[in-house]
């Protein structure tokens, strides 16, 4: 999701660049000497850290467009409670629900393992804008929110260093650039 558009950040010269360490859950701002973090909130952090929230996580099921399909679902050991709330919610169509699960660590590995044939995919659409523009994926399911959202998380406020103020608000934009055009792409394909 971010990785792609670090390049672009940086191409705009700022005076800054971005550093990516990757990572989930609790971040240890001063032990690590990390100025800001990308979360969802899927997790309680600290009350005394400022966070703004970002975008609204949408997910969908994928499968791969050149390989024989298996009804296996692949799942991401990363988002504990993703498999809960899709049940619950009925997020994707009964016959998806009635999938064997294979559980893999991240949604990356989801991914790889779809594009390799291993089964249909439940992973973030700001994970695979890539693999279906290119039409090595395709939608099983179209995307719906997942009730989690992405946040920026900073343990000093955000208006105290510039360099956050301009990171946050690129993100922001780029991320709704991003989801609207791919919801733009899938009214285009209907």
């Known amino acids: 999701m971010l990785i792609p558009r670090l390049a672009e950040f940086n191409s705009l010269n700022y005076g800054f660049e971005i550093l990516l360490l990757t990572g989930g859950g609790i971040v240890d701002f001063q032990g690590k000497s990390i100025d800001i973090a990308l979360r969802r909130n899927d997790f309680e952090w600290d009350k005394n850290i400022f966070h703004e929230k970002i975008i609204e996580e949408y997910i969908v099921a994928v499968r791969n467009t050149r390989t024989d399909q298996t009804n296996k679902l692949l799942l991401t050991s990363s988002r504990p409670h993703l498999w809960q709330h899709i049940n619950k919610s009925k997020l994707v169509s009964s016959d998806i629900l009635s999938y064997e699960h294979m ?55 955000f208006y105290e260093d510039e360099r956050k103020v301009i990171f946050k608000n690129w993100l922001k934009i780029e991320m709704t650039r991003s989801k609207e055009q791919f919801m733009k792409n899938l009214q285009d394909k209907s």
């Open 103 to 157: 559980v893999l660590e991240h949604f990356y590995l989801c991914i790889e393992g779809c594009l390799a044939g291993l089964g249909t995919a439940i992973v973030s659409i700001f994970m695979v804008e890539k693999e279906i523009s290119h039409q090595f994926l395709e939608l099983v399911h179209p995307p719906v929110a997942d009730s989690s959202s992405y946040h920026l998380l900073s343990y000093y406020p």
